[in-house]
Structures are given as structure tokens and as C-alpha cells.
């Protein structure tokens, strides 16, 4: 390997520094914009006790699709329930 491959070389390895840094910055910066998302929605739901992003939550958590009604949700379980497959919060406790 000649000197001139070599300068190639490390001038391309520069390059490829240069680029996956400015890639990683990118990444870094929007994850920081989701967390100050995040943190701001979560400030704004502390300040108006709004609850209904964790009903949103528990309901596709527990629904899954929004179109399916509860029964169809027991329907597409019954073999879980019929081998007590069950989710512990659907117990009737």
C-alpha cells in the first residue's frame, strides 16, 4: 500500500467520522425534541389533571384495535379464557 492509498484512505476514513457525527447529532436532537415533547405534554396533563391520555391508553392497552367492541374482544379471547389464560386485570377478582 502506497503512500497515496494510504492519505486516500484516511481522508475517506475522515469523511465517514464526519458524516456518522453529524447522523449521531441528528439522532441525539431528536430525541431530545421528543423528550421536551413529552415532558411539556406531561407538564400541561399535571397542570389540567387531564386523565384521558391514560384512558386512551388503557383502552387501546386492553382493546387493541379501536374498531372492535368488547364483544369482540371476548370472542377473539375465548381460548385464552377457556385455558385460564387470563389477563390478571380481567379477573373478576
Known amino acids: 500500500m502506497g503512500e497515496d492509498e494510504k492519505r486516500r484512505r484516511i481522508e475517506q476514513m475522515q469523511?465517514?467520522?464526519k458524516t456518522h457525527e453529524r447522523s449521531k447529532d441528528k439522532r441525539i436532537?431528536?430525541?431530545?425534541?421528543?423528550?421536551?415533547e413529552v415532558?411539556?405534554?406531561?407538564?400541561?396533563?399535571?397542570?389540567n389533571s387531564?386523565?384521558?391520555y391514560f384512558r386512551d391508553m388503557r383502552e387501546k392497552a386492553y382493546m387493541?384495535?379501536?374498531n372492535q367492541s368488547v364483544a369482540d374482544r371476548l370472542k377473539n379471547q375465548r381460548h385464552r379464557r377457556q385455558k385460564n389464560l387470563n389477563d390478571p386485570l380481567e379477573?373478576?377478582?
Not at 39 to 47: F, H, N, S, V
Request: charged share 60%.
Open 39 to 47: 415532558d411539556d405534554l406531561e407538564k400541561k396533563m399535571r397542570i
Open 91 to 93: 379477573k373478576d377478582g
Open 64 to 66: 387493541g384495535d379501536e
Open 50 to 52: 387531564d386523565q384521558k
Open 29 to 36: 436532537e431528536a430525541a431530545e425534541k421528543k423528550d421536551s
Open 15 to 17: 469523511m465517514d467520522a
